[in-house]
């Protein structure tokens, strides 16, 4: 099992400071990879519901620090040297997918191929209108061509592109992406859809928020659509995010117990389940405004729970 640990780009600990000791911890504590929500700005009103809680609002005020992920991860890409910097997820739709394209294998070349992009459709109705992105209600069929359009530019050499959505005449993409045919793509969501998109386009997939009971169901699913799209069953790479809260007990969205919080024997339960279920990697994030206790959720983590799987 690897682990990778959320910085946090929104919320009260969404500082340079804060986040740039985390990428140090990262390094230090021997975590794998780091990663990096995506919101641009958060509306002063919301009336879309946050999917990931049970009361269906966003865990954290809007006037709370937002970072730019693309911009932060450029920052990471100099201040770290081993881990892999990784999306999860960056909402496709929000940037145009050339320029996108272009930042990651700028990125991926600056990182020595060190780049991950989580990709998925968005949930936030407003922050769609607010960034003038697609319509929200093509988003789904956005972020596939999206996601085909930076797998082509990745690859290198003359791309022309012709979508519903998109298209443009031949460009030049020199250089092509550091990583080979390209940047890996992890697809985030837990829908029908974005599990088609993980087996069409995908190199893995990126599940969050979904209990130890629902997750078998919706991996079977995963591997009978990568199956049927002919995808090599060994190239599947699964990837869960996880809440953390040790000492915490806190409510899924789906009822019971959010997996990564409680007693860490039920976190390590969790994890076995995971591996279970043929995960190769956990994200973590700890959700709070105190650095203290950031500091210690995360020593705790590496300490009690991570070093179990070396």
Not at 71 to 94: D, H, K, Q, S
Not at 128 to 144: I, N, Q
Not at 239 to 246: C, E, Q
Request: glycine share 12%.
């Amino acid at each position: 099992m690897k682990f990778g640990l959320d910085v946090g780009v929104y919320g009260h600990l969404a500082r340079p400071k804060f986040i740039g000791e985390l990428a140090a911890l990262s390094e230090s504590a021997g975590f794998y990879s780091v990663w990096l929500a995506d919101h641009v700005v958060f509306p002063s009103t919301v009336d879309s519901r946050y999917p990931y809680n049970p009361s269906g609002r966003f865990p954290v005020p809007g006037s709370e620090p937002l970072m730019e992920p693309l911009a932060t991860m450029g920052v990471l890409v100099g201040a770290t040297r081993r881990v892999r910097i990784g999306t999860a997820v960056l909402v496709m739709p929000y940037r145009n997918p050339v320029l996108l394209a272009k930042m990651l294998i700028t990125l991926d070349a600056f990182s020595g191929g060190r780049i991950v992009l989580g990709a998925g459709v968005g949930w936030l109705r407003e922050e769609f209108e607010a960034l003038g992105a697609p319509p929200f209600g093509d988003r789904g069929a956005v972020t596939d061509e999206y996601i085909d359009i930076v797998k082509a530019l990745c690859a290198g050499g003359e791309v022309a592109y012709r979508g519903r959505h998109y298209d443009f005449d031949t460009v030049l993409s020199y250089p092509p992406s550091a990583q080979r045919p390209a940047i890996p793509i992890l697809v985030g969501g837990t829908s029908n859809a974005a599990l088609r998109r993980t087996a069409r386009r995908g190199d893995g997939w990126l599940s969050v928020a979904l209990t130890m009971d629902r997750l078998p169901e919706r991996v079977d699913t995963l591997r009978q659509l990568w199956n049927e799209c002919d995808r090599t069953p060994g190239e599947l790479r699964l990837v869960h995010k996880l809440f953390i809260d040790i000492g915490n007990e806190r409510a899924s969205v789906y009822g019971g117990r959010e997996p990564g919080t409680g007693t860490v024997a039920q976190i390590l339960s969790d994890l076995g389940a995971l591996i279970d279920l043929g995960y190769g990697e956990v994200i973590v994030r700890y959700l709070g405004d105190d650095p203290e206790a950031q500091r210690v959720q995360i020593a705790r983590f590496a300490d009690e729970v991570a070093s179990r799987f070396v």
